[in-house]
Nanobody, 119 residues
């Protein structure tokens, strides 16, 4: 089994910064695509940013230039640096990873971490 654990959420004022971290553990032969999603109250879960094993990343337009993702395959971690936060960034943020365990690939989710931005 594979576990993803997020940390780093919290309450911040508009214009502030937070750094989220996601640590993957368990039976991991290879981490493929890793991503951050978020789900705001009353809205569907949406992709924030994703990065391939080759390092190619893409960001949602609404966070481009404000959020930066970094991946460390030696530590099996994925971080999300969030700057210039806005109230509309308030959501539960989830880490997602496609993991190959040597036999098959599967997608895993973390439990989520709350980010709240006050105006």
């Amino acid at each position: 089994q594979v576990q993803l654990v997020e940390s780093g959420g919290g309450l911040v004022q508009a214009g502030g910064s937070l750094r989220l971290s996601c640590a993957a553990s368990g039976k991991i032969f290879r981490l493929d695509v890793m991503a951050w999603y978020r789900e705001a109250p009353g809205k569907q879960r949406e992709l924030v940013a994703a990065v391939t094993s080759g390092g190619t990343s893409n960001y949602a337009d609404i966070v481009m230039g404000r959020f930066t993702m970094s991946r460390d395959d030696a530590k099996n971690t994925l971080d999300l640096q969030m700057n210039n936060l806005k109230p509309e960034d308030t959501a539960v943020y989830y880490c997602n990873a496609d993991v190959y365990n040597g036999r098959y690939s599967a997608s895993y989710w973390g439990q989520g971490t709350q980010v709240s931005v006050s105006s």
